[in-house]
């Protein structure tokens, strides 16, 4: 499945994929597609949850092990969901679902300092937490 860049998405709309045992939002708006893992090239001195780099449509991306940065399960990567800044290597996309996070819900502080500056909001979905994630907000050595 491969979810092509909307430049106007509706609002309220989220890609949501699965982390573990954890469910993982990102606004559609901000999803430019999903495809299967390509190749990674690791970096040296890079944190742990940066994977490196891959080649993804002519252009080096930096690749996100997102089960490590959120402390989820570590877990063979199914897929990337590619944003303008980033990929993140997640679990199996759950599909578009009509959520949006809840501001009154802020990410517990007990997050770690990395995955705090990623999470927006927390959340449940079908019984499981469901984390907001903004895209370009992970730096190495965070």
Same mark, same amino acid.
């Given at each position: 499945? #491969?979810?092509? /860049? %909307?430049?106007? *998405?509706?609002?309220?709309?989220?890609?949501?994929?699965?982390?573990?045992?954890?469910?993982?939002?990102?606004?559609?708006? &901000?999803?430019?597609?999903?495809? !299967?893992?390509?190749?990674?090239?690791?970096? =040296?001195?890079?944190? &742990?949850?940066?994977?490196?780099?891959?080649?993804?449509?002519?252009? =080096?991306?930096?690749?996100?092990?997102? =089960?490590?940065?959120?402390? /989820?399960? %570590?877990?063979?990567?199914?897929?990337? %969901?590619?944003?303008?800044?980033? /990929?993140? *290597?997640?679990?199996? %996309?759950?599909?578009?679902?009509?959520?949006? $996070?809840? +501001?009154?819900? +802020? +990410?517990? +502080?007990?997050? #770690?300092?990395?995955?705090? !500056?990623?999470?927006?909001?927390?959340?449940?979905? &079908?019984?499981? $937490?469901?984390?907001?994630?903004?895209?370009?907000?992970?730096? &190495?050595?965070?």
């Amino acid at each position: 499945m #491969a979810i092509t /860049a %909307v430049t106007e *998405a509706p609002p309220g709309l989220s890609l949501v994929f699965g982390v573990g045992d954890l469910l993982c939002a990102l606004a559609l708006r &901000d999803v430019v597609e999903t495809i !299967r893992p390509l190749p990674v090239q690791p970096l =040296a001195g890079t944190s &742990d949850f940066l994977l490196g780099v891959s080649v993804i449509r002519g252009v =080096a991306v930096p690749v996100i092990d997102t =089960a490590r940065l959120l402390g /989820a399960r %570590v877990e063979r990567p199914c897929r990337f %969901v590619t944003t303008r800044t980033e /990929a993140y *290597a997640t679990g199996p %996309v759950i599909g578009v679902l009509p959520v949006e $996070p809840d +501001p009154t819900r +802020p +990410p517990p +502080p007990a997050l #770690a300092a990395a995955a705090n !500056r990623l999470v927006v909001a927390v959340g449940v979905l &079908d019984s499981r $937490p469901l984390l907001f994630l903004k895209t370009g907000q992970v730096r &190495d050595g965070a």
